[in-house]
């Protein structure tokens, strides 16, 4: 009786380390995570400000490219709705 009690405390301090393993484990992923998503807005930010100043340097360019980009669109909704 008492070696299957010894079995349960062993069995139930090896599962408390894992829950910890698993919980610091997990906290890092979310911080590489969030680390992750915060380089990435940066450099979204900074190509969105690149576009908006390439745009206002030539707007011709900027027309074009939304021309181009609402006929592509117009042109994959209307398959869309054809079928």
Same mark, same amino acid.
Do not use: W
């Given at each position: 009786?008492?070696? @299957? $009690?010894?079995?349960?405390?062993? %069995?139930? &301090?090896? =599962?408390?380390? *894992?829950? +910890?393993? @698993? $919980?610091?484990?997990?906290?890092? %992923?979310? &911080?590489? =995570?969030?680390? *992750?998503? +915060?380089? @990435? ?43």
């Amino acid at each position: 009786m008492a070696d @299957l $009690k010894e079995k349960e405390q062993e %069995i139930k &301090e090896t =599962l408390q380390k *894992e829950k +910890e393993e @698993l $919980k610091k484990t997990y906290n890092d %992923i979310l &911080e590489k =995570l969030k680390t *992750e998503g +915060e380089r @990435l807005q940066g450099d979204i930010r900074r190509e969105l400000d690149n576009a908006r100043q390439y745009v206002k340097e030539h707007p011709e360019a900027g027309v074009g490219v939304a021309l181009a980009g609402g006929l592509l669109i117009g042109f994959a909704i209307a398959k869309i709705l054809d079928r």
